[in-house]
């Protein structure tokens, strides 16, 4: 049966989401290592396994448009056009860091190519896009902002408030849900009655969908149909991704709390393998390509490595520097 979904998409931007797909892999691999050998200090929180809604997303948006990331937001940056080398100096804090080795791993921002920021506070980004949605919207720009959050911040006041304003205003804000079955150590069904999480949506009085988060592709078309209605002026759509972290909660987390058959199973659904698949399938790429880029990609991730150590440490200094209120 042919693959009509790939079939639309023009090879090299497929291609293009394998790549992304396998950056953001390779760096959060490669972030781990580190904070495990001490090289980064503190912690830090992989979306392994989640890439595909990261780059099905920002796919669906243009260079100008806005996201807002969370905690867990490393391919949410990526994906959006933040560079690896800024980010890696970041996470090890130097100077050369997006951030000026300020802000560390739950803190990226780079404005100039529109994320505005993750953030490690549980629902701190819904303000953040609902407010920058609103800008958009009095400055007459058709931009659109992307709020990424997690299953446990559907449950934040903070959603009720925004989503409700964005609403009543019709602003050009979606609402993307990763929905990766844990809230830490808790199953989401433990917290929130809703079956199905897209049904919250419907209080509010705009769209509410969910799409297999595991398939950038179906991620990216479900965002563009978002996109799509936010651009045209007729408000937000909330979109629950369903997908799976394979690491725990935090570098370091034991992950006692998952029966590990559930993770072999979600595992086997692994969103870069799935793709690569479909992409050599299809004809789209071959195996010594999709090899190649795995490669490619890992030196570019290694390098930044090389260059983060190397770049200074902030000035004690600068402590104060770059502080508003």
């Not at 802000?103 to 490690?120: E, R």
């Not at 490669?295 to 902030?314: D, F, G, I, N, W």
Request: proline share 3%.
């Amino acid at each position: 049966m042919a693959d009509e979904a790939l079939a639309r998409l023009a090879p090299d931007a497929a291609i293009e989401l394998y790549r992304q797909m396998v950056r953001i892999r390779e760096f959060e691999t490669m972030v781990q290592i580190m904070v495990k050998m001490g090289r980064i200090r503190g912690t830090a929180h992989a979306a392994i396994g989640q890439e595909a809604v990261a780059v099905g997303t920002c796919a669906a948006l243009r260079a100008s448009d806005h996201i807002t990331s969370t905690h867990r937001g490393h391919g949410h940056a990526i994906a959006k056009g933040v560079g690896v080398d800024a980010m890696m100096a970041e996470l090890f804090g130097r100077t050369t860091g997006c951030c000026r080795g300020k802000g560390g791993s739950m803190h990226i921002a780079d404005f100039s190519v529109g994320m505005l920021g993750a953030n490690g506070i549980v629902g701190g980004g819904f303000g953040i896009a609902t407010g920058a949605a609103l800008g958009l919207r009095l400055r007459a720009s058709d931009g659109v902002v992307v709020c990424f959050f997690g299953d446990s911040a559907i449950n934040q006041g903070a959603f009720l408030e925004n989503a409700n304003y964005a609403a009543i205003h019709r602003l050009p804000v979606v609402y993307l849900c990763e929905d990766n079955g844990f809230a830490m150590s808790m199953r989401s069904e433990r917290a929130t009655a809703l079956e199905q999480l897209a049904d919250r949506a419907g209080a509010f009085g705009f769209p509410g969908t969910t799409v297999d988060g595991m398939d950038v592709v179906a991620t990216r078309t479900a965002v563009e149909e978002a996109v799509a209605r936010a651009r045209a002026g007729h408000g937000p759509t909330l979109v629950v991704a369903s997908c799976y972290r394979f690491s725990g909660h935090h570098v370091g987390d034991p992950e006692d709390y998952r029966d590990q058959a559930e993770v072999a199973a979600w595992r086997a659904r692994d969103p870069i393998a799935a793709f690569r698949a479909r992409l050599v399938g299809g004809g789209v790429l071959g195996e010594a390509a999709a090899d190649s880029i795995v490669a490619e990609e890992s030196r570019l991730v290694a390098a930044s490595v090389e260059k983060a150590e190397a770049a200074p440490m902030p000035d004690p200094s600068e402590g104060w520097s770059d502080i508003y209120a």
